[in-house]
């Protein structure tokens, strides 16, 4: 399957319930205010943080390429009484039809891309789409390995229907000189006596600090600034056009 594809059926569907992390909006509503509207976030999948700016009143759109997580965003924006527009895209082939003077993506979610030459075709997507004076905020991060303990324990949730949801690790690769740790992941779903279990591989790839920055300047984008945080592996770039 292609990697972009790994959000999609039941991945989809038991994401909202066992989703481990939510982003925290407010770096991003603050990023928005600061480099402008309109804005767009990429990867916005099910609608966090997007759904939480526009009840901000914040000029954001947003862009996944699963289209399951899209009706879910759809689904909770009409839920909340909010309006949204989001696109069905692959942020690799990105081709809409604003620009935009904050382009961003919440939490690490281009570390989702399998390989160099995906992120540069998403750098200039990028490119492209950035209004005069835009920027755009790339957070990266370099994965752990999962430790061994973990492998084979399930998380547990339980879905609106009462169905009984689990997602766990069957094994996992890491290739330090390809960057990319490769993560086998079973979804699973029980109900009434009904099972689903469905195995997914999860690709992340993760960059040096010089080698993310001289793929954006390849797609025409300087980093205007870079943040790390002391201790950690994350990265978040702030990127401009380099003309
Ligand atoms: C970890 S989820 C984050 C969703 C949401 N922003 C959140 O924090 O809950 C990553 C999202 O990125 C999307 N995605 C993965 N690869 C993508 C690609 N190549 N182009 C566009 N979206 C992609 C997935 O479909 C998924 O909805």
Redesign the pocket.
């Given at each position: 399957m292609n990697?972009?594809?790994?959000?999609?059926g039941i991945v989809?569907e038991l994401?909202g319930p066992l989703?481990s992390v939510?982003?925290d909006p407010e770096p991003y509503a603050a990023f928005v205010q600061e480099a402008g509207s309109p804005a767009l976030?990429?990867?916005?999948?099910?609608?966090?943080?997007?759904l939480d700016l526009r009840r901000r009143g914040l000029d954001v759109e947003g862009?996944?390429?699963?289209a399951d997580?899209l009706d879910r965003c759809r689904r909770r924006a009409w839920k909340q009484g909010v309006d949204v527009d989001v696109y069905h895209?692959?942020?690799?082939a990105l081709d809409l039809p604003r620009r935009y003077r904050a382009i961003f993506?919440?939490?690490p979610?281009f570390n989702?891309?399998p390989d160099d030459s995906?992120a540069l075709a998403?750098l200039h997507g990028i490119r492209n789409h950035l209004a005069v004076g835009g920027t755009a905020l790339v957070p990266l991060f370099v994965p752990s390995p999962t430790p061994a303990e973990q492998i084979g324990r399930a998380r547990t949730a339980t879905a609106d229907d009462g169905a009984e949801l689990r997602v766990s690790v069957l094994s996992e690769e890491r290739s330090d000189s390809a960057r990319t740790q490769t993560t086998v992941l079973r979804y699973e779903r029980y109900r009434d006596g009904e099972s689903t279990i469905v195995d997914r591989p999860w690709v992340l790839h993760w960059y040096t600090r010089s080698g993310f920055e001289g793929l954006a300047a390849a797609a025409g984008l300087i980093a205007v600034s870079v943040l790390e945080t002391p201790g950690a592996s994350d990265l978040q770039f702030q990127l401009q056009a380099a003309d």
């Open positions: 990697p972009a594809d790994f959000y999609t989809a994401y989703k939510a982003q976030e990429l990867g916005c999948g099910d609608g966090d943080p997007l862009v996944d390429a699963s997580m895209q692959r942020m690799e993506l919440a939490g979610t989702l891309l995906t998403a």
